[in-house]
């Protein structure tokens, strides 16, 4: 069965520094999002992204983070000058027709972000 | 106001019995409701999809969506210590262009 693929599975980085989370998302999919879910808490939206674009961006999603889908198959998250909230799972997700009925995310294994 | 809503537990059942995890949404305009199961340190895993009123089945599992009441409730027949995870609830958003997920419920189920 087709899946999202997410690396790193686990990055370190200090505090200040840029990092760039890569997924692959399903191939035949056209709509892709990043989430991010702190430890203890709930899946919160990051983004979402069709037809090379950002659709929505949620308020955590500031000048600080970008997208982008540097060619057909990858899609990338960058945080820049991370901060020590920024650590956290973060998960990237695609989906076949948006948030249509029968629609559904499907999501990568995620990368865990600790910020030191 | 939350766009989707749900008891965070935890909830705890014997083995064999029935778990019942309800949520509850705002927009009367949603059309579609999934739900995932999360393992600790997992990504979350699409378990069923609702998109009519009514129940749902797909083996164990039974979904119903009551969109009078704005209610969606997921049943787990014969539940399994593998079944202990936390099971989100989500609906897209007003915007159609994010899902929407709720905090989660809590299961554990006592062997």
């Known amino acids: 069965e087709p899946e999202v693929t997410q690396t790193p599975s686990h990055q370190v980085t200090q505090m200040g520094q840029e990092v760039i989370l890569r997924c692959v998302p399903i191939?035949?999919?056209?709509?892709f999002y990043w989430y991010r879910q702190i430890l203890g808490q709930k899946v919160e939206f990051l983004v979402s992204?069709?037809?090379?674009?950002?659709?929505?961006k949620s308020e955590i999603f500031d000048d600080q983070f970008s997208v982008e889908r540097p060619d057909g198959s990858n899609f990338t998250l960058k945080i820049r000058s991370t901060k020590l909230e920024d650590s956290a799972m973060y998960f990237c997700?695609?989906?076949?027709?948006?948030?249509?009925?029968?629609?559904?995310?499907?999501f990568g294994n995620g990368t865990r972000l600790t910020v030191t | 106001q939350k766009e989707v809503e749900q008891n965070s537990g935890p909830l705890s059942v014997p083995e064999g019995a029935i778990a019942s995890l309800n949520c509850t949404y705002s927009?009367?305009?949603?059309?579609?409701f999934f739900w995932y199961r999360q393992y600790s340190g997992k990504s979350p895993e699409l378990i069923m999809s609702?998109?009519?009123?009514g129940d749902k089945e797909d083996g164990r599992f039974t979904a119903q969506l009551n969109k009078a009441s704005q209610y969606v409730s997921l049943l787990i027949r014969d539940s399994q210590p593998s079944d202990s995870a936390t099971y989100l609830c989500?609906?897209?958003?007003?915007?159609?262009?994010?899902?929407?997920f709720g905090t989660g419920t809590s299961l554990t189920v006592i062997p």
């Open positions: 989500a609906a897209p958003t007003n915007t159609g262009n994010q899902f929407y």
């Open positions: 191939s035949n999919h056209l709509y």
């Open positions: 997700a695609s989906s076949y027709q948006g948030t249509g009925a029968n629609s559904p995310l499907h």
């Open positions: 927009d009367r305009g949603s059309q579609s």
């Open positions: 992204f069709y037809n090379n674009e950002i659709s929505e």
């Open positions: 609702i998109y009519s009123n």
